[in-house]
């Protein structure tokens, strides 16, 4: 069965410094891999996905996320953080009959 | 606009009732989900349905009941039976094909809150 790992539940960086959010994945096929963010009290919103044409996806706001099977991770990174990616951020991978399976979640908090 | 509705955003209930939580969508997609959220438990699946009559039980479907009479809707019954029902519920959606992956979409979400 697949499943995700997320290291670290909050992470707190400054602004302008490297955002490094780590997920590690457990899949017995290829895995389809998602990261998403969540802004308090609102739906998740898709920031990126991994479908095996490219081990370096880009997404949305700058922020990118490579793939390594041989360390089976899929760390989502963007170079300089903003205040405005203060939110939660949740990996998942996709597991049979299209069922996403999620980790817990990494808060993420800016400091100026 | 395109795009997937929940309503009410917040919904108060007293110990013992039943709550139904709507999710409407205009995206054209088969499958729909309804997820709950509970704070560092990321999300859990309660529900799904890939067409119309049709619906499986997720990870944590008691105390939760669902139908899917119209391709467009996808509603949630919390049930009495539900022990622990405060929560954040959020719906979503996709293109359901077993041999084409495709992304989910999700809704605003409705905060449940047991009095």
């Known amino acids: 069965a697949q499943s995700v790992t997320q290291l670290g539940s909050h992470v707190s960086v400054s602004e302008g410094a490297l955002v490094l959010l780590r997920c590690n994945y457990s899949s017995s096929v290829p895995p389809y891999l998602f990261w998403y963010v969540q802004y308090p009290n609102q739906g998740l919103q898709l920031l990126l996905k991994?479908?095996?044409?490219?081990?370096l996806v880009k997404g949305i706001n700058g922020f990118e996320a490579e793939f390594k099977k041989s360390e089976t991770s899929f760390h989502l990174t963007k170079p300089s953080a903003h205040m405005s990616d203060a939110a939660e951020y949740f990996c998942?991978?996709?597991?049979?009959?299209?069922?996403?399976?999620f980790g817990q979640g990494t808060r993420l908090t800016i400091n100026p | 606009d395109g795009g997937i509705t929940q309503s009410p955003k917040y919904l108060f209930r007293k110990e013992g009732q039943n709550v139904t939580l709507s999710c409407e969508q205009n995206l054209n997609h088969d499958a729909m989900y309804w997820y709950r959220q509970d704070p560092g438990q990321g999300l859990r699946l309660i529900y799904y349905s890939q067409i119309v009559n049709d619906f499986q039980k997720g990870d944590i479907a008691e105390g939760y009941s669902v139908s899917r009479e119209k391709k467009e809707s996808f509603p949630l019954t919390v049930t009495s039976a539900q022990k622990n029902p405060t929560a954040f519920y959020l719906c979503?959606?996709?293109?359901?094909?077993?041999?084409?992956?495709?992304?989910?979409?999700f809704g605003p979400g409705t905060r449940l809150t047991v009095l």
């Open positions: 979503a959606s996709s293109i359901a094909d077993a041999t084409v992956w495709d992304t989910q979409y």
């Open positions: 991994y479908t095996s044409a490219a081990t």
């Open positions: 998942a991978v996709l597991g049979g009959a299209q069922k996403l399976v």
